[in-house]
């Protein structure tokens, strides 16, 4: 059985004022009644396929991926990071924890923070890439662009693999490449990575031990002297700390010889602004989506999103409006990219 491993320790600023510091967007309900990291938890409930799943994430976020979990009926085991080191850090804990549960498990690695719309196009993609994953390869999944995004790594595929046109060896990984050189991979058919990725513990962890082995062996002596406290497993903090910071992508997915990908037919999404939330909501006529508590009157290819109040818009046009108990965010759908900014200036004016 495939081990999965939420990723589920990053943050979300642009995704403010839902999205916060001490409670970020993979613990919100963005579309939909579920958090994308519920919703992640069951993605990967099928007992035919999948055993119980580990979740990495910071300490600050234990009782919300517990009790979270509880709330859809579901168990996973939760594991703590002390500090933020970012994903390589978390995938390296998830390759020594599931290689000390049975030496050479599949991991499947997911991020929670996506939405992904067709789990069974998901699971075929998943199964497609096992054997792959079993010869020794690290898995990735790949979709055909839309546009030249320079917020994600670009795949580009090589001949197929066993005859199968969706199954390909990997030429060239590519993280958040710049933009020229963004237009240039969609236009010879590279593919955007999904960000999951599919591998067995062992081959992860020969291959942090070959492009960062600083990480590997700061998050090893962490597992070794993690402690487990109310059913959590806590990383030693010490340990955890010595590792750099880094993303996986830029440490192992972008040097690793031993890559294939799988071209996924699942929608998805990894929502990281509200242009995107716009995008994957159910629209109304005039292309208005609402995600909680909204009216629109003469109004076009606009979003309110809004938890707790009744939140009204009127003869506007590819407008955001999200309001929550403390604050409200107005601003047009093209210029949502810069709520990050906006989140910089507040801390700095506290
Ligand atoms: N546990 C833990 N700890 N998880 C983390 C940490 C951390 O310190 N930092 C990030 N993550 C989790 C995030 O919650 C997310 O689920 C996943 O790791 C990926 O991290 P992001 O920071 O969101 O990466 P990205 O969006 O810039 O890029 C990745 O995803 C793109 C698709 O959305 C890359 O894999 C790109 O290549 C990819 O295209
Ligand atoms: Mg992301």
Redesign the pocket.
Same mark, same amino acid.
């Given at each position: 059985k495939i081990i999965p491993v939420l990723? #589920? $320790? $990053?943050a979300g600023s642009r995704l403010w004022p839902v999205s916060r510091d001490q409670l970020p967007k993979?613990f919100q309900p963005l579309v939909g009644n579920l958090s994308t990291y519920q919703q992640t938890l069951q993605r990967v409930n099928d007992e035919a396929l999948y055993g119980e799943p580990l979740v990495?994430? &910071?300490e600050d976020f234990r009782f919300f991926a517990r009790r979270q979990a509880e709330e859809i009926d579901l168990t996973a085991t939760v594991v703590l *990071?002390p500090a @933020? @080191?970012? %994903?390589a +850090? #978390?995938m390296a804990a998830a390759a020594v924890l599931a290689e000390r549960r049975e030496p050479g498990s599949l991991v499947l690695a997911l +991020? +929670? !923070?996506?939405v992904v719309l067709d789990n069974d196009k998901f699971s075929e993609a998943v199964k497609l890439g096992a054997s792959a994953a079993e010869q020794g390869n690290i898995v990735v999944f790949g979709l055909t662009p839309t546009e030249p995004r320079t %917020?994600? /790594?670009y795949i580009n595929p090589g001949p197929s693999i066993d005859g199968n046109e969706d199954l390909c060896v990997v030429e060239a990984f590519v *993280?958040k490449p710049d933009e020229e050189t963004a237009i240039s991979y969609v236009e010879k058919g590279y593919l955007? &990575? %999904? $960000?999951n990725f599919l591998f067995r513990s062992d081959v992860m962890i020969a291959e942090l031990k070959a492009y960062v082995p600083e990480i590997l062996e700061a998050v090893t002596r962490s597992v070794d002297e993690h402690e487990t406290d109310l059913g959590f497993v806590r990383l030693h903090k010490e340990s955890f700390e010595a590792s750099p910071k880094n %993303?996986i !992508?830029y440490a192992v997915i972008e040097n690793t010889k031993r890559m294939a990908v799988v071209r996924g037919h699942f929608r998805w999404s !990894?929502i /990281?602004s509200w242009d995107a939330i716009w995008e994957i909501a159910d629209k109304q006529e005039n292309g208005n989506a609402v995600e909680g508590q909204g009216i629109f009157i003469d109004s076009e290819g606009c979003l309110i999103h809004s938890s707790s109040i009744l939140t009204t818009v009127v003869g506007a046009k590819d407008l955001v409006v999200v309001a929550t108990k403390d604050a409200v965010l107005v601003t047009p759908k093209d210029r949502v990219q810069s709520v990050k900014g906006l989140v910089e200036a507040l801390k700095s004016s506290d």
């Open positions: 990723l #589920a $320790g $990053g993979q990495i994430t &910071n *990071e @933020r @080191r970012d %994903s +850090a #978390a +991020a +929670a !923070d996506h %917020s994600y /790594g *993280e955007w &990575n %999904s $960000g %993303s !992508d !990894d /990281g």
